[in-house]
Each structure stands twice: as C-alpha cells, then as structure tokens.
C-alpha cells in the first residue's frame, strides 16, 4: 500500500526525508512541541542497573562536554531539562 500520513520524531522524519533516494512522496507539514525522549530497559535484564548507569553516565559528560548540543544541532533537536524517572 501507499503511505497517506506519519507521525513520527521532528529528526526521525527530516533524516528520512534528506536519505531517500528518489524522495519520498511526503513532505514535512509541521511538528508538536519539544517532546522529551525517554529510555527504559526491561527490568528483566540481569545488568539493567549497570546498563542505566552506563547511560546516565554517558549523558552527564555528552552535557558538559558540548556532545548534547551538537547532537541537538546537527539533528534539529530541542534539548529539553531532564525529569527524574517516574514523574
């Protein structure tokens, strides 16, 4: 079938659309407010904890180090303040 509409991430969509070859027959219309981005891992996994912390890790040096603010350029993305799991 053919595609009418998508509702995806503002940097998903404006990546697929510069990467396709012919162009696809969509064009970007328009976006919501700034969405904060979320990760979860399966409480299943035997190092979730090392795994989030690994991550947590990461993205307190990517922030002070510039990383997130290039990342947040080159890709269009509106950095927003982070919010402690489960609010």
């Known amino acids: 079938g053919r595609l009418d509409a998508v509702i995806e991430d ?3 969509v404006r990546y697929a659309l510069a990467r396709r070859d012919p162009r696809p027959e969509l064009d970007e ?3 919501l407010r700034p969405t904060a981005i979320s990760i979860a891992l399966s409480s299943k996994r035997a190092d ?6 690994r991550i947590d890790r990461w993205i307190a040096t990517a922030r002070t180090d510039g990383t997130l603010e290039e990342l947040a350029r080159r890709y ?3 950095l927003v303040e982070p ?5």
């Open 10 to 12: 503002r940097a998903v």
């Open 29 to 31: 219309v328009g976006s």
């Open 48 to 53: 979730a904890t090392m795994v989030a912390e």
């Open 76 to 78: 269009e993305i509106t």
């Open 83 to 87: 919010t402690p799991a489960g609010e």
